[in-house]
């Protein structure tokens, strides 16, 4: 069973404010930032990728988690202290690392999961930025050019003498990662860089924006928070995840809200209000990106993007047909384990990533009730999704029932 207690801790990345010493327009979270870096990443690997170069995304997932862990351990020390530590006082900047992996051992009984942490924060305390391995300069390109992006979207409100040592500084730094397509196209303004700006439309999002809620989460940080649980929770099955299926689960996860940042989030009260309903919403939400986000993708990864949002609450893979054309196709979890779990067939557990979906959702819901901020969308949403998963059935070998009433119960 996935661990409630390590979920929640994660979920307080919602919690932890980003530039608190300077004038904010909206909220800007700790979570939001990692799924902007992760969507960055995944963008800028991509070129890389179609450069001919490889590109580690089992360490890329791995790392935006682990790194989301250490932040939430160490969110009173803001990162420029942390990086003064780590260059003038290595050996203290190693024992906080320790600190933290200390803080977690309790957190995870998933050993293996424990060491890859382990071996995350000892390659962090001794790694010299000049042996970054591609990998490694993709993820601390994205991380430091969504930094960027955040400084310039409440740059209008802040005079130019708080910010503008900050501005160049991390214009600086992204010049060391200029040799990537990616990031030179990210800079230039390009289209990656209006595919960003339209994926940054979900930050502004709040779910359940008809109630008032603690912590308010933005569409954008919960598709992170989707992407992490559902990493964790094909973890906690017996299943040993193919590499692309690992990839795909995540991914799919993180972009699985992509078509509301140019349809907004409809609620599901209101996508079930008629029958028709939902099929009408999804077609319509589907002729929209295709017109309004397609035309910002690159060629090599449009298709990738488009399979993950396609269908994505369904366990399937991608078939090659007679034409040498590849169409999606639904399985079950058995038939994903026994005869798919190969890179060939882009294998998805759809169902996890739905799983994930309405368990961050019960979380939200559930984490304001016991805050003490409560309204009846808040008690009824949370009951519906019991009411989901009221019997023992297994979804793709997790026990959901078991796993709601642990959270509800904590």
């Known amino acids: 069973m996935i661990e409630k207690q390590l979920i929640l801790k994660i979920f307080e990345g919602f919690s932890i404010q980003r530039w608190n ?50 932040k939430i351990m160490l969110c009173d020390i803001k990162s420029p202290v942390q990086q003064m530590i780590r260059e003038k006082y290595p050996l203290e900047y190693k024992k906080l690392n320790e600190w933290v992996y200390s803080k977690y051992e309790s957190y995870l009984s998933d050993s293996e999961l424990l060491e890859k942490f382990s071996n995350f924060l000892e ?20 991380h430091k050019f969504s930094s960027l992006r955040e400084l310039e979207m409440i740059s209008p409100v802040n005079e130019k003498e ?3 040592e900050i501005h160049d500084e991390l214009s600086e730094n992204l010049k060391k990662y200029s040799d990537l397509k990616g990031v030179r196209m990210l800079l230039n303004r390009e289209k990656p860089f209006e595919f960003i700006m339209k ?15 603690i912590p308010e989460t933005s569409v954008l940080g919960h598709c992170f928070f989707v992407a992490v649980v559902t990493l964790l929770l094909i973890r906690s099955t017996e299943v040993i995840p193919c590499k692309k299926r ?43 990106v295709h017109a309004e986000l397609v035309p910002l993708m690159d060629s090599s990864y449009v298709q990738e993007i488009l399979y993950f949002t396609n269908d994505e609450f369904q366990n399937r893979i991608l078939v090659t047909e007679l034409d040498g054309s590849k169409t999606s196709q639904s399985v079950s979890w058995e038939e994903l384990n026994e005869n798919y779990n190969s890179d060939i067939y882009s294998p998805v557990d759809g169902k996890l990533v739905r799983l994930a979906d309405h368990l961050s959702a019960f979380i939200e819901a559930d984490s304001s009730i016991k805050y003490g ?38």
């Open 21 to 70: 010493d300077l004038v904010r327009p909206f909220e800007i979270v700790e979570m939001d930032k990692a799924a902007e870096k992760m969507a960055c990443a995944y963008i800028i690997g991509k070129y890389e990728e179609s450069e001919g170069n490889e590109i580690d995304w089992e360490q890329m997932i791995y790392s935006s988690l682990f790194d989301l862990l250490k």
């Open 123 to 142: 390659k962090d305390s001794e790694l010299n930025t000049n042996e970054f391995s591609l990998t490694e300069r993709v993820l601390e390109a994205a």
């Open 162 to 164: 708080r910010i503008q």
């Open 199 to 213: 994926l940054e439309q979900l930050r502004f999002q709040t779910r359940w924006n008809q109630t008032p809620r």
């Open 246 to 288: 690992l990839f795909n689960d995540f991914f799919s996860a993180l972009f699985h809200d992509l078509p509301e940042s140019v349809t907004r989030d409809i609620i599901s009260p209101v996508k079930q209000a008629t029958n028709e309903l939902p099929g009408i919403v999804k077609q319509i939400e589907d002729e929209i």
């Open 373 to 410: 901020i409560t309204s009846k969308q808040l008690t009824s949403g949370r009951d519906n999704i019991l009411k989901c998963y009221s019997s023992y059935n297994k979804i793709n070998g997790i026990d959901a029932a078991g796993l709601f009433w642990s959270i509800m119960e904590n």
